[in-house]
């Protein structure tokens, strides 16, 4: 059974006009008697008409500050009554509207120093922004709001010419130039990037010497690269810890699969109890990709199990992915609570495993390591199977079997318990980031059910948020799509469609991608810079167009759709996606020494060039089976095409030789005398 969303008890859910929409979130407060209006033309109208200042209040569904700030000041009359009188309200799904996310939450930065959710700001009636922060408390807000109100009635020209100052600084924050320097990758002094890069690693526990501590898959995936390219030894063995560790723990579901995002800690331990699909979905990748170079069982457990939860949890009937789980459930009592659904009582575990429990406390920390607060714990690991075997006597065959009943047991458990609520919208970028998971999963594992899934997804995609000139909806609900794509939703379906491609030889997904290649070309290119805005011309007009180029927790759009460029530069032959491809990463490239975390993509299209990379052709009947046999092994320095027929492609014109299947191994349109085996042509590139 999904979890089920729910309105909050005792309110009505027709209090104001957000009952009229179809975002999780904004359903949320739609019982709030705060007089809450969506962000649309005519709430923007309104706010002008009226004169009046607007509230801008950014969250997103399994955000658990959003909650607190919600039960604490947008459910009390009190503070509605403030908001109502002198304010138009205006609630924003940062997953929805990213480009107004965006936005506010850099003047929140240059106003503060930081930003994050809930943000609430406060705009001019033209919705530029004149003060903003987080998380506020009940009374903090309401001085907050009385304060700025007094000031807009006795001296409005003071914040117009503040909102005009910011506005100046938030257009001036993501500028890039044009670097019209010759590109010259082979000299960069990656070896230095990556020493500089090493003195914030955590060789305890893996990830950064940080707390609270996030994933970010993306900079592991350069990581490993690195490592296997170069033979490096420690940076492989860091790798292998950041991942270990990470499964270990509790940000890692140990009961029902999949991670959370974050953990507040450093070791990993204690979640950020909110699942989201996009974590989960590069982390199938990074692990997956991690079992084809180690073959480390860990690895093939962690990623087997998570998408067992996507499929169960986060999949509607038509293959499209929901968003996330919350981080709150209701307790017992009927009270919102963080985690609630996820951690235990010692005597609650006692009870559930009997005989068995003293093997599982030493497993799981049932002890001081593994304690959270109000004697609950959060199960979480530091010992190998081995070790505990080892240790109680038995084989590791027993305690994968014990390890099995422990977690059938404490599922059926925590099934009794109320649910966390499900934002059951889908987004298009994010189902590409797990389209891709799903095929980096069966390029590994070669399960067909992974294979099935992808391609169901990609399907969904097709009929329901693909148009005909290759434009992209953002977002589905309901069998509705509303939103004019962004950048990041071509950047993520390119990649995943690009992927199917490569282990299915089905040319119509390389097509489609080009098509959103073109599309992407038309709407979001910039000619001044080389690089794609976020947000297409024709969507409204906001504050200013942004580029979005640094990486985080996500591949930014810009990084993302330059590896495109590059890969379908060499499928086609077109000179334009390659120019493009090199001249964005060449704007980038100063800004990469000085943070490196946030440029990990970037520094991976860095390594196509700096390195030999090949294209990998097999033509001929056989071509699907030997797809397969190349395809799960880790190849990150090379691009896969293949037919079992006569195809027009680029990379397969005049390849193809009847009742043979040839394998060719080629580097910048130079191939090598084709091969029939597989391992000969694995071997070329490793060697080499």
Same mark, same amino acid.
């Given at each position: 059974?999904?979890?089920?969303?729910?309105?909050?008890?005792?309110?009505?859910?027709?209090?104001?006009?957000?009952?009229?929409?179809?975002?999780? %979130?904004?359903?949320?407060?739609?019982?709030?008697?705060?007089?809450?209006?969506?962000?649309?033309?005519?709430?923007?109208?309104?706010?002008? /008409?009226?004169?009046?200042?607007?509230?801008?209040?950014?969250?997103?569904?399994?955000?658990?500050?959003?909650?607190?700030?919600?039960?604490?000041?947008?459910?009390?009359q009190t503070v509605a009554d403030v908001m109502n009188k002198d304010y138009i309200s205006v609630k924003v799904d940062r997953e929805e509207r990213p480009d107004i996310d965006q936005i506010y939450i850099n003047a929140v930065q240059l106003m503060t120093g930081h930003a994050g959710w809930p943000l609430n700001v406060i705009t001019?009636?033209?919705?530029?922004?004149?003060?903003?922060?987080? %998380?506020?408390?009940?009374?903090?807000?309401?001085?907050?709001?009385?304060?700025?109100?007094?000031?807009?009635?006795?001296?409005?020209?003071?914040?117009?010419?503040?909102?005009?100052?910011?506005?100046?600084?938030?257009?001036?924050?993501?500028?890039?130039?044009?670097?019209?320097?010759?590109?010259?990758?082979?000299?960069?002094?990656?070896?230095?990037?990556?020493?500089?890069?090493? *003195?914030?690693?955590?060789?305890?526990?893996?990830?950064?010497?940080?707390?609270?501590?996030?994933?970010?898959?993306?900079?592991?995936?350069?990581?490993?690269?690195?490592?296997?390219?170069?033979?490096?030894?420690?940076?492989?063995? +860091?790798?292998?810890?950041?991942?270990?560790?990470?499964?270990?723990?509790?940000?890692?579901?140990?009961?029902?699969?999949?991670?959370?995002?974050?953990?507040?800690?450093?070791?990993?331990?204690?979640?950020?109890?909110?699942?989201?699909? +996009?974590?989960?979905?590069?982390?199938?990748?990074?692990?997956?990709?991690?079992?084809?170079?180690?073959?480390?069982?860990?690895?093939?457990?962690?990623?087997?199990?998570?998408?067992q939860f996507v499929s169960e949890t986060l999949t509607n009937d038509e293959g499209a992915f929901y968003s996330s789980l919350d981080a709150d459930s209701e307790t017992n009592s009927g009270k919102l609570e963080e985690g609630a659904y996820y951690v235990y009582a010692k005597e609650e575990l006692q009870n559930l495993l009997k005989? $068995?429990?003293?093997? #599982?406390?030493?497993?799981?920390?049932?002890? !001081?390591?593994?304690?959270?607060?109000?004697?609950?714990?959060?199960?979480?690991?530091?010992?190998?199977? /081995?070790?505990?075997?080892?240790?109680?006597?038995?084989?590791?065959?027993?305690?994968?079997?014990?390890?099995?009943?422990?977690?059938?047991?404490?599922?059926?458990?925590?099934?009794?318990?109320?649910?966390? *609520?499900?934002?059951?919208?889908?987004?298009?970028?994010?189902?590409?980031?797990?389209?891709?998971?799903?095929? !980096?999963?069966?390029?590994?594992?070669?399960?067909?059910?992974?294979?099935?899934? /992808?391609?169901?997804?990609?399907?969904?995609?097709?009929?329901?948020?693909?148009?005909?000139?290759?434009?992209?909806?953002?977002?589905?609900?309901?069998?509705?799509?509303?939103?004019?794509?962004?950048?990041? $939703?071509?950047?993520?379906?390119?990649?995943? #469609?690009?992927?199917?491609?490569?282990?299915?030889?089905?040319?119509?997904?390389?097509? *489609?991608?080009?098509?959103?290649?073109?599309?992407?070309?038309?709407? #979001?290119? !910039?000619?001044?810079?080389?690089?794609?805005?976020?947000?297409?011309?024709?969507?409204?007009?906001?504050?200013?167009?942004?580029?979005?180029?640094? $990486?985080?927790?996500?591949?930014?759009?810009?990084?993302?759709?330059?590896?495109?460029? #590059?890969?379908?530069?060499?499928? +086609?032959?077109?000179?334009? %996606?390659?120019?493009?491809?090199?001249?964005?990463?060449?704007?980038?490239?100063?800004?990469?020494?000085?943070?490196?975390?946030?440029?990990?993509?970037?520094? !991976?299209?860095?390594?196509?060039?700096?390195?030999?990379? %090949?294209?990998?052709?097999?033509?001929?009947?056989?071509?699907?089976?030997?797809?397969?046999?190349?395809?799960?092994?880790?190849?990150?320095?090379?691009?896969? /095409?293949?037919?079992?027929?006569?195809?027009?492609?680029?990379?397969?014109?005049? *390849?193809?030789?009847?009742?043979?299947?040839?394998? +060719?191994?080629?580097?910048?349109?130079?191939?090598?005398?084709?091969?029939?085996?597989?391992?000969?042509?694995?071997?070329?590139?490793?060697?080499?």
């Amino acid at each position: 059974m999904k979890p089920l969303l729910k309105f909050n008890k005792g309110l009505k859910p027709k209090d104001n006009e957000l009952h009229n929409e179809t975002s999780p %979130y904004l359903l949320q407060h739609a019982g709030n008697p705060v007089h809450w209006k969506a962000w649309n033309k005519k709430t923007l109208t309104t706010a002008k /008409a009226e004169g009046k200042l607007m509230i801008v209040s950014i969250g997103y569904a399994a955000c658990h500050w959003c909650h607190v700030m919600e039960h604490e000041s947008f459910e009390d009359q009190t503070v509605a009554d403030v908001m109502n009188k002198d304010y138009i309200s205006v609630k924003v799904d940062r997953e929805e509207r990213p480009d107004i996310d965006q936005i506010y939450i850099n003047a929140v930065q240059l106003m503060t120093g930081h930003a994050g959710w809930p943000l609430n700001v406060i705009t001019l009636p033209d919705g530029r922004p004149v003060w903003g922060g987080t %998380y506020f408390k009940k009374q903090q807000w309401v001085d907050a709001l009385q304060q700025i109100q007094q000031v807009y009635k006795a001296s409005p020209e003071k914040l117009e010419e503040y909102a005009s100052r910011l506005e100046d600084g938030v257009k001036n924050m993501d500028l890039v130039q044009l670097n019209t320097d010759e590109a010259d990758f082979s000299s960069f002094d990656m070896t230095s990037l990556i020493e500089k890069w090493s *003195r914030n690693f955590d060789q305890d526990y893996g990830g950064y010497k940080q707390a609270p501590k996030f994933m970010m898959p993306n900079n592991y995936l350069f990581l490993l690269r690195y490592a296997v390219q170069n033979n490096d030894k420690s940076f492989l063995e +860091y790798v292998d810890k950041t991942l270990t560790k990470m499964a270990y723990g509790g940000i890692y579901d140990a009961v029902g699969g999949g991670f959370s995002r974050y953990s507040v800690d450093g070791k990993w331990h204690v979640p950020h109890f909110e699942k989201m699909l +996009y974590d989960n979905a590069q982390l199938v990748s990074l692990y997956s990709k991690a079992y084809a170079h180690s073959k480390k069982p860990l690895y093939k457990e962690v990623v087997e199990e998570t998408l067992q939860f996507v499929s169960e949890t986060l999949t509607n009937d038509e293959g499209a992915f929901y968003s996330s789980l919350d981080a709150d459930s209701e307790t017992n009592s009927g009270k919102l609570e963080e985690g609630a659904y996820y951690v235990y009582a010692k005597e609650e575990l006692q009870n559930l495993l009997k005989e $068995d429990f003293n093997i #599982f406390q030493a497993y799981y920390n049932i002890n !001081d390591f593994g304690k959270w607060e109000d004697c609950k714990y959060v199960l979480i690991r530091n010992n190998t199977d /081995a070790e505990v075997a080892e240790t109680f006597s038995i084989s590791e065959e027993t305690l994968r079997k014990k390890k099995e009943n422990w977690k059938q047991i404490l599922l059926n458990h925590r099934n009794k318990r109320p649910k966390p *609520r499900l934002d059951d919208k889908t987004l298009t970028s994010w189902n590409g980031l797990m389209l891709k998971g799903y095929v !980096d999963a069966y390029k590994t594992f070669q399960k067909q059910e992974y294979l099935d899934a /992808a391609l169901r997804n990609a399907k969904f995609i097709t009929a329901r948020q693909l148009q005909d000139d290759g434009a992209l909806f953002h977002n589905y609900k309901n069998g509705n799509s509303t939103i004019n794509g962004y950048l990041e $939703d071509y950047a993520a379906v390119i990649e995943a #469609f690009i992927a199917l491609y490569q282990v299915t030889l089905d040319e119509n997904w390389l097509d *489609r991608s080009k098509k959103m290649a073109d599309y992407a070309f038309r709407y #979001f290119f !910039d000619d001044k810079t080389q690089l794609f805005y976020f947000t297409s011309t024709k969507d409204d007009k906001l504050m200013t167009r942004l580029f979005e180029y640094r $990486d985080n927790v996500i591949p930014a759009s810009n990084s993302m759709m330059a590896k495109n460029l #590059f890969k379908l530069s060499r499928y +086609y032959n077109d000179t334009r %996606y390659a120019t493009t491809a090199k001249q964005m990463l060449n704007n980038i490239l100063g800004e990469i020494t000085t943070y490196p975390i946030g440029f990990s993509n970037w520094l !991976d299209l860095l390594e196509n060039y700096r390195s030999k990379f %090949y294209e990998v052709v097999i033509v001929g009947e056989a071509a699907t089976e030997k797809t397969k046999e190349l395809t799960k092994t880790y190849l990150p320095n090379a691009l896969v /095409a293949g037919s079992t027929k006569k195809s027009s492609l680029f990379l397969m014109q005049d *390849r193809f030789v009847k009742d043979e299947t040839l394998v +060719y191994v080629c580097m910048d349109n130079t191939c090598n005398t084709p091969v029939s085996e597989i391992k000969k042509a694995i071997n070329t590139i490793k060697k080499n």
